[in-house]
């Protein structure tokens, strides 16, 4: 099976295309609940690109850090106030699971805690749960008070991916085997099993988070931006434009 493994990542296509984005644009990694970073990043763009430049969030804003109600809050405003029109921000699997536990709390929240879900509820100053279904659903109203029926609808609204000309943008990247457009949802989010394997043949790049990287990459269809940063403190972005791809993070990281 190795044998045959390797001969056909031999033999399969390389992927070529130049990036051709329909305009300049950045794209930002999984925030994880680290406002501090976030904030610092949006400085560090703002310095180098100034104001004008569109920003999609791939995903993943709560959850693992300690400040997930600090960065909805950032994202609400990026989007109404601050930078109206340049900001989109897409759905991660950490939204979905959150959302989830919206939904069907005795379900759902023994899994959604075990992956970061407990710092999410400390940030709203929501107490854990006893681990009961009817703890878990105590938790929950307490969670969708705190949390506000904007942010809310906010959640639900998120889309699951975003594209510029030949860049196409989702949390967890795309089924190499499917035309962008034919995505599952479920794939765009949480991601599918040949996405890093298996180089598109369509010519479409994709960029995405979700797989921790200790650098971010530009290789073969893929730019990875998430380079882990509720543990590393390295948030990062790439800037996309015709032909080049350059990152900016946190503290400094590899360029392309």
């Known amino acids: 099976m190795a044998a045959i493994s390797f001969l056909k990542n031999w033999f ?31 400085e560090r763009l703002t310095e180098r690109e100034g104001c004008d430049l569109p920003l999609v969030f791939v995903g993943d804003y709560v959850d693992r850090g300690e400040e ?30 959150l959302l989830a ?3 069907a709390p005795e379900k759902t929240g023994t899994a959604w805690l075990r992956n970061g879900g407990k710092q999410t509820l400390s940030s709203f100053g929501v107490a854990l749960p006893d681990g009961s279904a009817e ?3 105590i938790a ?20 699951s991916s975003y594209r ?24 765009l989010v949480w991601g599918h099993r040949d996405f890093l394997q298996t180089p598109r043949t369509d010519g479409i790049w994709v960029a995405h988070g979700h ?8 290789d073969q269809g893929r730019i990875a931006v998430d380079t882990g ?28």
Request: with cysteine; hydrophobic share 40%; proline share 5%.
């Open 140 to 159: 929950r109203t307490a969670l969708r008070d705190a949390l506000g029926f904007p942010a809310e609808i906010w959640l639900r609204k998120l889309p």
């Open 12 to 42: 399969s296509p390389q992927f070529s295309a130049k990036l051709l984005p329909d305009y300049r644009f950045g794209v930002v990694g999984d925030v994880h609940g680290r406002a501090d970073l976030l904030v610092d990043l949006l």
């Open 68 to 97: 997930s109600a600090e960065v909805i809050k950032i994202m609400l405003d990026l989007q109404t106030e601050i930078w109206p029109g340049k900001v989109t921000c897409l759905k991660g699997n950490h939204e979905d699971m």
């Open 211 to 218: 797989h921790i990287h200790k650098e971010p990459i530009f």
């Open 101 to 103: 536990f919206l939904d």
């Open 164 to 187: 510029s000309g030949n860049v196409f943008v989702s949390h967890a990247g795309a089924n190499p085997n499917k035309p962008v457009e034919n995505q599952s949802e479920d794939h």
């Open 135 to 137: 703890g878990f659903r």
């Open 229 to 256: 940063g509720y543990a590393t403190n390295r948030l990062t972005a790439a800037i996309i434009d015709h032909g080049t791809c350059s990152f900016i993070a946190t503290t400094d990281v590899a360029r392309s």
